[in-house]
């Protein structure tokens, strides 16, 4: 399968029989995503949670493509209000399609629409494992601090391949935060995200790099380009 970062926490995890998956469908006012909505086509779309720089063009897209959204209840109620075709689930929750399942679980973080400055409750924010039967387990942190659930849920019980975790500080984790996640989490390949998008969360990725090694030595530090592809087997 695939896997292609659309910058900030946006990608695309494509399987190989053409299954595409998108996450956090920030591109329009994402500066480091170089598409348009246009150049997407999924099958289903997964919302960690309501920020702006999450959910995204998420309405726009499905409404293109007919995507099916998953995302916490209430994001998906209000989807529905929408006329979107979405199923909203619960940490725990785990949803099975042929060859593969998507689970939610936590993540510590808050989650809100603003509606023009009027901010609304929008569930509790989450993160993804997309377990890719005969393939590879991806985790995706959403937005978060570090919390013990990374190293006894995560790491522990689902165990990753790979881990799309935040270092961008400000809002997340930051770089030394996300490196102890690396080495709770203990993934073969740990991925950067939600940093550079904007100054104020401005890092390098190469440091980060370096703390993971020094946490970690047995997990790789992969760090992408907006539209560049990891592939495996
Ligand atoms: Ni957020
Ligand atoms: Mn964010």
Redesign the pocket.
């Known amino acids: 399968m695939k896997l292609k970062w659309l910058g900030h ?1 946006a990608f695309e995890l494509i399987r190989n029989d053409g299954l595409n998956i998108l996450v956090d469908p920030f591109i329009q006012g994402n500066p480091s995503c170089p598409i348009s909505i246009n150049e997407l086509n999924p099958d289903i779309i997964c919302i960690t949670h309501a ?1 702006g ?2 959910f995204g063009d998420a309405i726009e897209i499905a409404r293109n493509t007919n995507a099916l959204v998953i995302s916490n209840y209430e994001i998906s109620q209000y989807l529905q209000k929408s006329g979107i075709r979405s199923l909203g689930i619960n940490y725990g929750s785990e949803i099975s399609t042929d060859h593969m399942s998507i689970r939610m679980l936590d993540a510590r973080h808050t989650s809100s629409y603003d509606f023009e400055g009027d901010i609304k409750y929008a569930g509790n924010p989450g993160s993804f494992l997309f377990d890719f039967k005969n393939d590879i387990k991806i985790f995706h942190a959403g ?1 978060t601090g570090l919390f013990s659930d990374l190293k006894f849920v995560v790491g522990e019980i689902y165990k990753p391949d790979i881990a799309l975790l935040p270092i961008g500080n400000l ?2 984790m930051d770089p030394k935060e996300a490196s102890i996640a690396a080495k709770w989490i203990n993934p073969k390949i740990v991925i950067p995200m ?1 940093y550079n998008t904007f100054p104020s969360i401005k890092q390098d990725g190469n440091y980060f790099m370096q703390l993971v090694k020094n946490e970690n030595p047995n997990c790789k530090t992969l760090i992408l380009k907006p539209l560049e592809t990891y592939e495996t087997k």
């Open positions: 926490s920020h720089d999450h937005d809002f997340t939600h």
